[in-house]
């Protein structure tokens, strides 16, 4: 899990028995999560512009799942292809990007700018799903190394 907050979503992702779940953020929100949720998930501090850490993990991970992060990054770039690399062959990054929102700091918010940035980090293995007014959902399947 990326940006994952103050850790809420943990309960639910133990619902799959994953053997293991990795929830990354920020100091803040990691440290009230880690002790919320103590021994369901391990935590790690991450700065998502630069990735330091996260880039350790290669070919690790079968799921990613990322919602409403992307938009707040200066550059993108480096935390999705930072994720790309983590994936297993087979795994899926699974995410959303709200539109048209006006808070600050927010970069990505237009729908052509979305579609063409995941694309463009993604590949052709970056499938858009459920599109809504406020919201672009997407997948992305690691077929080859």
Same mark, same amino acid.
């Given at each position: 899990?990326?940006?994952?907050?103050?850790?809420?979503?943990?309960?639910?992702?133990?619902?799959?028995?994953?053997?293991?779940?990795? /929830?990354?953020?920020? /100091?803040?929100?990691?440290?009230y999560a880690?002790?919320?949720?103590?021994?369901?998930?391990?935590?790690?501090?991450?700065?998502?512009?630069?990735?330091?850490?996260?880039?350790?993990?290669?070919?690790?991970?079968?799921?990613?799942?990322?919602?409403?992060?992307?938009?707040?990054?200066?550059?993108?770039?480096?935390?999705?292809?930072? /994720?790309?690399?983590?994936?297993?062959?087979?795994?899926?990054?699974?995410?959303?990007?709200?539109?048209?929102?006006?808070?600050?700091?927010?970069?990505?918010?237009?729908?052509?700018?979305?579609?063409?940035?995941?694309?463009?980090y993604l590949?052709?293995?970056?499938?858009?799903?459920?599109?809504?007014?406020?919201?672009?959902?997407?997948?992305?399947?690691?077929?080859?190394?």
């Amino acid at each position: 899990m990326a940006a994952c907050g103050y850790g809420y979503e943990i309960p639910i992702y133990q619902e799959g028995k994953p053997s293991e779940i990795l /929830a990354v953020d920020k /100091a803040e929100p990691i440290k009230y999560a880690s002790k919320e949720f103590k021994g369901q998930a391990k935590f790690l501090t991450e700065d998502l512009e630069t990735c330091k850490k996260l880039s350790k993990y290669t070919d690790q991970f079968d799921l990613i799942v990322s919602f409403e992060t992307i938009e707040h990054l200066l550059h993108p770039e480096i935390y999705l292809e930072t /994720a790309k690399n983590a994936l297993k062959v087979g795994g899926f990054f699974i995410g959303s990007v709200p539109l048209n929102v006006t808070a600050d700091p927010v970069v990505y918010t237009e729908e052509g700018q979305v579609r063409e940035l995941l694309t463009k980090y993604l590949g052709a293995n970056v499938t858009f799903g459920l599109q809504l007014d406020t919201f672009v959902l997407f997948e992305y399947t690691k077929e080859t190394q």
